[in-house]
């Protein structure tokens, strides 16, 4: 069962640009190099400057489970000072 990991970000404001250019030197390459990672896609928002989603695409439950949480706590440590809050929900991929 593939898996899709939601996540909203609420950047400090007028840092979005930085928040974006940050998430990609510093989670895309972790997240690449994790297996079960397929693709990331990163949304801004056309109604809120200071909002970004993004949505993780992986091949199953049991790999994004996996992602090691140290490296999880020292990655969104590196996004301080441009990112305020982060939510998450993950959904499984409803195949018919």
């Known amino acids: 069962m593939a898996v899709i990991e939601l996540l909203r970000v609420t950047c400090v404001p007028g840092r979005r ?3 974006l250019a940050r998430d990609a030197e510093v989670w895309t390459p972790a ?3 994790h ?3 397929i693709d990331k896609e990163v ?3 056309l ?3 200071d909002r970004v ?3 993780v695409r992986w091949a199953s439950l049991a790999q ?3 992602f090691p949480e140290d490296l999880t706590a020292e990655l969104d440590a590196k996004m301080q000072g441009v990112q ?3 939510t998450g929900e993950a959904y499984a991929i409803y195949d018919e």
């Open 53 to 55: 989603t993004i949505m």
């Open 64 to 66: 994004w489970k996996t």
């Open 84 to 86: 305020l809050e982060l």
């Open 31 to 33: 997240l690449a190099r």
């Open 47 to 49: 109604d809120n400057p």
């Open 43 to 45: 949304w801004v928002s």
């Open 35 to 37: 297996d079960g990672y």
């Open 17 to 19: 640009e930085e928040f």
